[in-house]
């Protein structure tokens, strides 16, 4: 049985992008393959791309329509960011092919909370399938300890373990990635 192993790029598009990018990804997996991902490439996404994800989850709470937020990310100070700034227009284009399905008026401000709440759903899940979706190996070492994110109660998500965070008398979170 073929082994196909997943770097960054295509773990990403099988588990966070929208349903054509990942049956791209999954096109080009071996048919009848296994597919393997070491510990330090699900670290490397859970620190680059799923952080991005959760700030621009917690940078929409600062807005009150889809339009305001859509522009703040084609904003200057985010092309200081490339990484941060291209997850986050990738983002936005998921969530225009998943409108694509919809029809129907739909306001600014529901707009943004219907976004909120497909991003809530790409980290959960998207967490969760980078856990246990694919045979994982650490032969190098990696670190274990990364936290699932979790909602701290404000409506924002948080991933930093207790010990790092900056205000002790932050929520303490709870884990979105268990329902």
Request: charge should be positive; include cysteine.
């Amino acid at each position: 049985m073929a082994q196909a192993f997943l770097d960054s790029s295509l773990l990403i598009g099988l588990v966070f992008r929208h349903a054509g990018e990942r049956a791209a990804c999954r096109a080009a997996l071996p048919v009848h393959g296994t597919a393997v991902c070491s510990r330090y490439v699900i670290f490397e996404v859970a620190r680059g791309f799923l952080r991005n994800l959760i700030a621009l989850h917690n940078y929409s709470l600062e807005f009150s329509s889809f339009a305001d937020l859509h522009r703040a990310a084609h904003s200057g100070q985010q092309r200081f960011k490339p990484h941060r700034m291209h997850t986050w227009l990738g983002a936005f284009d998921d969530y225009f092919a998943a409108l694509e399905a919809e029809d129907g008026y739909t306001s600014e401000a529901l707009k943004l909370e219907e976004f909120r709440a497909k991003l809530r759903g790409w980290i959960r899940r998207g967490w969760r399938q980078m856990q246990t979706g694919f045979s994982s190996f650490n032969e190098i070492g990696c670190r274990e300890d990364l936290p699932p994110p979790a909602s701290r109660g404000d409506q924002r998500i948080d991933q930093r373990p207790a010990s790092l965070r900056r205000n002790p008398q932050e929520l303490e979170p709870t884990q979105i990635g268990q329902d």
